[in-house]
């Protein structure tokens, strides 16, 4: 397997870098010498997504992801690094993208860079390891192929194009570029418009970029298809939750629950669903079924059943539990975070949560909050951000029915957010919600 090799800059001059950004480059470097590798990506990330051509930005980034095992983020700031490289450090960069597909388990697209790296370089010193490499993940792809009806019937060159357009479609969904995983999905589907993959993906990235109505047909597409994939069923859980359609959302949890064979994620999925149900006794449940199947639950299940355990009494096993979902995957903000709760005074903590506030919002909420509040903030009358604020909740309707939610299983940033949002709106049915709550558990 290639292995990753972290770089620093080097000495090969571009560019002046602008004042702007050496300066955060300094402080940036400053933060990953200590460690805190979440400062640093706060200061770099705008300066990737302003200056995409900035080869010492790139790089400050793929070494924070490879120190966090963020393999998703490697991929993409290695993939955006990649056309600025020329020679061995061209090389090296396409080594490195093998390694984290591997490690993503993206084996098409790891094999392409593998292919890219034999052809481009035929005299580099690991060029026969690296098609061994390309021979072992042809044969895994074919029989992979065996599996997916859409597939195997199509000649080789046509079933390598559309796993590559597959583990595509999955990272740039799994590494929240949706814009890119539709159009990704579109080409896909456009060759084989009944893959059930592609459409899973497809949904969940509409839905990411505020498609909603699309989003809900195209995973009933697949239920057409499949009546019971389990992957659609958690995804209409989801979307009709979170638009306040709870009755909908129950009935596909339902459906969802009654599955008990499958593969290894489908605990995971249904532990998803019936997290955002508030289902604790549900979510608990579902990972002591999964943990007699197998010893190895992925870690978005070990929070979830934390978070679970936690709600109902049990708090020596949500510790253990978030240590566990950590150590399996560093990078699981929303286990680390929950975790780092238990040093904190009782009065003070936070957890349990499921879901850290960018789960529960519309997934345009952000920029229509800042479309409709800068002028008023600017002004500063708090009759026109009450206006502002108000407008916001008409262009979102379902909003307030999630409030109680969200206060319940919310992180602090979303509870202060609903909180916030209440107290500014001004209407007395709302402000009721802030009182069960302040009684509440």
Known sequence: MAKSKKRRASNRPTYQPSPKITSALSKAESLIED?????????????????????????????????????????????????????????????????????LVYPALAWQAAQELVNEYPDHPQVEKFKRLMQTTETFLREHSADLPTVANLPPDEQMELLLLHDRVRLYT?????????????????????????????????????????????????????????HALGNLTRYHFLTARFETAGDYAARLQRLIDGPSDLETKQA????????????????????????????????????????????????????????????LSLAQENLADQRRPVGERDAPWYWSMHYWLPPD??????????????????????????????????????????????????????????????????????VDFALGR
């Open 272 to 331: 998803e669903a019936l997290a955002f149900l508030g289902d604790d006794r549900g979510v608990r449940a579902v990972y002591e079924r999964a943990r007699k199947r197998t010893a190895e639950l992925e870690p978005v299940l070990l929070h979830l059943a934390a978070a679970a355990h936690y709600r109902l009494g049990d708090e020596k096993t949500a510790w253990r539990l978030w240590r566990e979902a950590v150590k399996r995957e560093p990078t």
């Open 35 to 103: 460690r805190r590798y979440e400062e640093a990506k706060a200061l770099l990330v705008p300066l990737a997504e302003s200056h995409p051509r900035s080869r010492p930005v790139l790089l400050a980034l793929i070494e924070i992801c490879q120190e966090q095992q963020d393999w998703a983020g490697f991929v993409r700031y290695s993939e955006q690094l990649l056309p600025l490289e020329r020679g061995m450090e061209r090389a090296s960069t396409l080594n490195n993208l093998v390694f984290a597909h591997t490690q």
């Open 174 to 230: 799994a590494s929240g570029q949706a814009e890119k995983a539709i159009a990704a999905a579109e080409s896909l589907l456009a060759k084989a418009p009944d893959f059930i993959p592609g459409l899973n993906n497809l949904s969940l990235a509409y839905f990411t970029v505020g498609r909603v109505d699309q989003a809900i047909a195209t995973a009933q597409r697949v239920l057409a298809l499949v009546p019971d994939n389990f």
């Open 365 to 434: 909420f952000g920029q229509s909050l800042k479309q409709l509040t800068a002028e008023p903030l600017r002004s500063k009358s708090e009759e026109a951000a009450q206006r502002a604020f108000n407008a916001l909740l008409d262009r979102y309707p379902y909003l307030p029915q999630l409030f109680p939610h969200i206060l319940e299983r919310g992180d602090r940033a979303a509870r202060e957010m609903v909180i916030g949002l209440i107290r500014l709106m001004g209407r007395p049915e709302l402000a009721r919600i802030l």
